[in-house]
């Protein structure tokens, strides 16, 4: 396998050797139902959210590299990808929740998120909306992504992800998860997990970095 991602009880993966998309599971919007028409096709990438799934085509035969595919719930036009910007992309992120989706296009690094935003979620930051992105993770009604000049983090959303330790200037990775957000920084290589507990959400220690790395 080259690539795996997984949400609530559906799972995707890429094959090392053929490139194709293989997916399974929870199954309740047709989320691990690759479209037919692309059902043979190598992909380069996969995000898998709550109840939908989206990937990124590598290109062969009919279909071209960097053309992005989403399938699953749509209730909120979280499937729906957008024809207003570059028709490829570089990455997506699936949300853990049921309504967006994020994505960078691969021509200008421009960050895009649709689908539904009640809470802010697919609101990119306007002083930063027209900036170049490294890349983008999706959590639960909130969205994490760090900025490809800079390596600036910023978050927008729910405050769930939105309580990065502000001592770090530079980032070299981020992963939202449904209430809690970790990264890596860039300068030390020292992870940090941060976040606000919730009813819904409990306290399993998904805040703090097992204290044998903590520092690694």
């Known amino acids: ?18 490139n194709k998309l293989r997916c399974w ?12 028409d692309v059902a ?15 990937g990124i085509l590598q290109g062969s ?3 071209i590299a960097g053309m ?6 749509n209730f909120y036009g979280e499937s729906m990808v957008p024809t207003t910007t570059s028709s490829l992309w570089a990455s997506v992120s ?6 967006f989706s994020c994505g ?24 930063v909306a027209s900036a170049p992105w490294a890349t983008v993770s999706a959590g639960y009604n909130f969205a994490c992504g760090i900025l490809a000049g800079s390596g600036a983090l910023r978050c927008w959303g729910t405050l769930q992800g939105m309580q990065a330790p502000q001592d770090i200037a530079v980032w070299a990775a981020v992963a939202a998860g449904m209430w809690h957000t970790c990264g890596i920084a860039r300068d030390s290589s020292r992870m940090l997990c ?5 009813a819904y959400s409990g306290n399993y220690g998904q805040f703090l970095v097992p204290a044998d790395v903590s520092t690694a």
Request: hydrophobic content about 40%; charged content about 10%.
């Open 68 to 73: 992005l595919r989403c399938w699953g719930s």
């Open 104 to 127: 960078i296009s691969a021509g200008t690094s421009k960050l895009r998120c649709w689908g539904s935003n009640d809470l802010g979620a697919t609101g990119v930051p306007a002083d």
């Open 61 to 63: 035969g009919d279909t």
């Open 25 to 36: 599971g929870g199954n309740d919007y047709n989320q691990v139902v690759v479209p037919a």
């Open 194 to 198: 941060w976040g606000v507990p919730t």
């Open 40 to 54: 043979d096709a190598a992909w380069s990438a996969v995000s898998v959210g709550y109840f939908h799934t989206c």
């Open 94 to 99: 699936a949300a853990l929740s049921d309504n």
């Open 1 to 18: 396998w080259a690539t795996v991602s997984a949400a609530k009880a559906s799972i995707c993966g890429i094959l090392a050797d053929s």
